[in-house]
């Protein structure tokens, strides 16, 4: 079985600043996926960040990054240059491919983003 | 390309009723997903569908629970004699095939039981 644990309920940073957001994972699966989603107050999930549990570089899309530590099994979020808009639910996930539930995605409990000015 | 949609936003029902969700995916997407959210946790897997066959189902999916993809396209999650332990936002979600590729969610369907 797969498990996700993001440990922080919330998170507060300033305008402009950098924060990171945690996320541990546990599989025995070699071959696994991790993603990071949004959740605005409106409630669409949204796509922001994927890394293959083989891909040698870690993840960047604009101002997301992420910190893929394999051997700690931790893939943390690094959110730059956070603006308001950044204010919102963050959500870990993984999908392992080589059990028997390789459609389905396995979700952390959440960090709830605060940006402040 | 329009994203993935859910009919309705939002529903209100009492218990012991039936409710039916749609969901309609992006267009070229031939992978559906359901997921159950309730307050303050993740998204829960439900069920998957690859074109019209349905090839996974959670335990959380009980018997009183049926998801239905008859053309492949778009998908209804129907839950009879509700309870109130149902109340949560019910997620739709799409993807092409892949296992690297992310799934695009819905905006959801909350259902309220009273």
């Known amino acids: 079985a797969q498990k996700i644990t993001q440990t922080q309920p919330g998170m507060f940073v300033q305008e402009k600043e950098a924060v990171t957001l945690d996320c541990t994972y546990d599989t025995s699966d070699p071959s696994y996926g991790l993603f990071w989603y949004k959740q605005p107050s409106s409630g669409e999930m949204i796509f922001l960040i994927y890394q293959g549990s083989y891909d040698q570089q870690n993840a960047t899309e604009g101002r997301y990054s992420l910190n893929f530590q394999k051997a700690r099994k931790s893939a943390n979020l690094v959110i730059s240059a956070s603006q308001l808009g950044d204010s919102a639910m963050y959500f870990c996930a993984m999908r392992a491919i080589n059990t028997g539930t390789a459609s389905k995605l396995t979700f952390g409990t959440g960090t709830r983003l605060q940006v402040t000015l | 390309d329009t994203g993935v949609s859910q009919d309705p936003r939002h529903k209100i029902t009492k218990r012991g009723q039936n409710v039916t969700f749609r969901c309609d995916p992006i267009s070229e997407h031939n992978r559906l997903y359901w997921y159950r959210q309730t307050l303050g946790q993740g998204p829960e897997f439900l069920t998957y569908?690859?074109?019209?066959?349905?090839?996974?189902k959670s335990r959380l999916l009980s018997d009183r629970f049926s998801a239905e993809r008859p053309k492949g396209s778009f998908s209804t999650l129907e839950i009879q004699r509700t309870e109130q332990g149902d109340s949560a936002m019910y997620l739709c979600?799409?993807?092409?095939?892949?296992?690297?590729?992310?799934?695009?969610f819905g905006d959801g369907t909350r259902l309220s039981i009273l």
């Open positions: 979600a799409s993807s092409p095939p892949g296992w690297d590729q992310p799934q695009h």
């Open positions: 569908f690859q074109n019209e066959a349905q090839l996974e």
